[in-house]
């Protein structure tokens, strides 16, 4: 089964490449799904990973780097469930960033775990049919 990577995920794994402290479990466990295959990317996560690099040069490397990994299409289904979650959590008082509740979407409508190191998504489950990915 595939897993959807969240960006803090993503982030720190793209710092450590570059040495330093010793991974999280999640990047660890995101080594091991990249070994497997079993890594989905979202469109929505590439434009996170994506943004705020100011140097072109470092751009360029990291866009082909995550061209690797192909989205999966996000229809209005998505972003209607997407939706519908946000407003049951707002409801409940909990917060979230569209992004989050995109993923939430996906991971309910794709039958895919998030691998992420958000400690907002163990809120989101108390109240939306999620999956989250524990690392091994």
Same mark, same amino acid.
Request: include cysteine; aromatic fraction near 6%; glycine fraction near 6%.
């Given at each position: 089964?595939?897993?959807?990577?969240d960006t803090? !995920?993503?982030?720190?794994?793209?710092?450590?490449?570059? &040495?330093?402290?010793?991974?999280?479990?999640? !990047?660890?466990?995101?080594?091991?799904?990249?070994?497997d295959g079993?890594?989905?990317?979202? &469109?929505?996560?590439?434009?996170?990973?994506?943004? &705020?690099?100011?140097?072109?040069?470092?751009?360029?490397?990291?866009?082909?780097? !995550?061209?690797?990994?192909?989205?999966?299409?996000?229809?209005?289904?998505?972003?209607?469930?997407?939706?519908?979650?946000?407003?049951?959590?707002?409801?409940?008082?909990?917060? &979230?960033?569209?992004?989050?509740? !995109?993923?939430?979407?996906?991971?309910?409508?794709?039958?895919?775990?998030?691998?992420t190191k958000?400690?907002?998504?163990?809120?989101?489950?108390?109240?939306?049919?999620?999956?989250?990915?524990?690392?091994?």
């Open positions: 089964m595939k897993v959807i990577i803090d !995920v993503w982030s720190e794994a793209l710092r450590k490449s570059k &040495g330093g402290d010793t991974p999280s479990a999640q !990047v660890r466990e995101l080594g091991e799904l990249l070994e079993r890594v989905q990317m979202v &469109g929505l996560i590439r434009m996170e990973i994506l943004c &705020g690099i100011r140097d072109e040069k470092r751009f360029e490397k990291l866009k082909k780097a !995550v061209a690797a990994f192909p989205d999966r299409e996000l229809d209005t289904e998505v972003f209607e469930t997407a939706a519908a979650m946000f407003n049951r959590c707002r409801a409940k008082g909990i917060q &979230g960033s569209m992004a989050d509740f !995109v993923l939430c979407a996906c991971s309910t409508l794709w039958g895919m775990p998030i691998l958000d400690k907002d998504f163990n809120r989101y489950q108390r109240h939306l049919p999620i999956k989250l990915h524990t690392p091994r």
